[in-house]
């Protein structure tokens, strides 16, 4: 442990460091701002608005302190959950490299420098993004390029929105709220991904393995095919309207599957549902993943923001694909108002539930969620949330479990830096 904070502490020196030498970080091309102009961005825009005029290098970092004050019971006789303490949770951390190799063409790689599954520093992934074919000869596509995006790489898949503003280990910056979604639904790939773009219309398509962890041997013949179709269009200066809908489809050939399972930096809120007689600890609790060795899912998300007020909602369905059957649900609706002269403060709420059974005829399962938040960019680099969160465990398919009558609520405040 201590030799995990020595790290941490060596990487914040590092990173600040870092931070003051590129006080002035190069432009780079069809890039989301790891910052509070990164808020309400998905895919990235098709604006060139960048001059190319050489190689350029962006590095970034993020990081991420959380305050922890929560409290937990079940319904089991002798309430077998762990007593939770009102105390900071180890500080995570990102190293963020963006650069620009050609005109159209950037690369981006992340690391965990610390996480709360993995306090030793690991590559998250990266991708190579193509917005122009130019390299192969000037003008090359060039129309269809004008609405492309071609991504390879191993990294996030775009399988739905809220993707886009979750939690990325210690990249917090864009989402209002400390958790992410119950059903999170982030996994990193290989990948090969077309986007299209143009007067308002989104249209995705992509393949992967279906593989988090890659190993030419191990028998896993599994594919994925994954896509997006939606419209994003800014009305006028105050109003702006999307929607989006997304599919994913494994095959039967894959060992597991990852949709839901593939954050390896663990869950936000700390040792909750953690069992006193726990012969293992899980890092990714709350988080619910249905299990499913391969399965269909899709995703609709409506996003609607007028001046201040913004509504991000979720509606998705994730169906077993082996015979025993089953599928769960989620459901999830957010509304923000945000103020002050650049939107700097922001009071929110978000809903969340996931209800479902684990095969044909099995009892159910449900989960509901509440958070209520407030949050403040101090810059646009630096912000700080307040949020109070309570969830609830229902449903027989919980019977005998830890999950039985489980919940928790209380208070987590959490600040994050990116840049």
């Given at each position: 442990m201590k030799n995990s904070i020595f790290k941490l502490i060596l990487a914040v020196v590092m990173l600040f460091g870092t931070m003051a030498v590129y006080a002035q970080l190069p432009s780079i091309q069809y890039y989301r701002y790891n910052d509070q102009r990164g808020i309400n961005v998905f895919e990235t825009s098709k604006e060139d608005t960048v001059k190319y005029d050489g190689i350029k290098l962006r590095v970034g970092g993020d990081f991420s302190m959380i305050f922890q004050g929560l409290s937990q019971s079940n319904d089991l006789v002798g309430d077998t959950l762990i007593d939770l303490a009102n105390n900071f949770a180890l500080p995570t951390a990102n190293l963020n490299f963006d650069m620009q190799l050609e005109d159209g063409v950037r690369?981006?790689?992340?690391?965990?420098?610390?996480?709360?599954?993995?306090?030793?520093?690991?590559?998250?992934?990266?991708?190579?993004?193509?917005?122009?074919?130019?390299?192969?000869?000037?003008?090359?596509?060039?129309?269809?390029m004008e609405m492309a995006t071609i991504q390879v790489g191993m990294d996030e898949i775009n399988y739905g929105d809220t993707h886009f503003r979750r939690s990325d280990n210690a990249r917090a910056i864009y989402n209002p709220f400390v958790g992410n979604y119950i059903m999170d639904s982030f996994t990193t790939e290989p990948h090969l991904e077309l986007t299209i773009q143009n007067n308002g219309i989104i249209g995705v398509l992509g393949m992967s393995n279906g593989r988090l962890n890659q190993s030419p041997t191990d028998g896993d013949n599994g594919r994925v095919i994954y896509g997006k179709l939606g419209y994003d269009k800014q009305m006028n200066d105050d109003f702006r309207f999307r929607i989006t809908g997304s599919f994913y489809s494994s095959s039967d050939q894959g060992t597991r599957d990852y949709l839901y399972n593939g954050d390896r930096a663990g869950a936000r809120y700390y040792s909750v549902l953690e069992g006193e007689n726990d012969s293992r600890v899980s890092d990714f609790l709350p988080?619910?993943?249905?299990?499913?060795?391969?399965?269909?899912?899709?995703?609709?998300?409506?996003?609607?923001?007028?001046?201040?007020?913004?509504?991000?909602?979720?509606?998705?369905?994730?169906?077993?694909?082996?015979?025993a059957g089953g599928g769960f649900t989620q459901l999830g609706a957010e509304l923000l108002y945000r103020f002050g002269g650049n939107g700097d403060f922001y009071l929110g709420g978000r809903y969340n539930s996931v209800s479902g059974e684990a095969a044909d005829g099995a009892p159910t399962q449900e989960i509901n969620r509440t958070n209520l938040g407030f949050g403040w960019f101090m810059t646009k680099n630096v912000a700080t949330k307040l949020e109070y969160v309570t969830s609830k465990y229902d449903g027989d398919g919980w019977n005998g479990t830890k999950f039985q009558g489980a919940e928790f609520n209380g208070v987590v405040i959490e600040a994050t830096i990116g840049f």
């Open positions: 690369l981006h790689l992340r690391t965990y420098l610390s996480s709360r599954h993995h306090p030793e520093a690991w590559v998250k992934g990266g991708y190579l993004q193509f917005d122009k074919l130019d390299f192969i000869s000037p003008g090359f596509l060039g129309g269809f988080r619910f993943n249905p299990g499913f060795g391969y399965q269909s899912a899709f995703q609709i998300n409506p996003f609607v923001k007028m001046g201040g007020l913004e509504f991000f909602g979720v509606f998705e369905q994730s169906s077993n694909g082996a015979d």
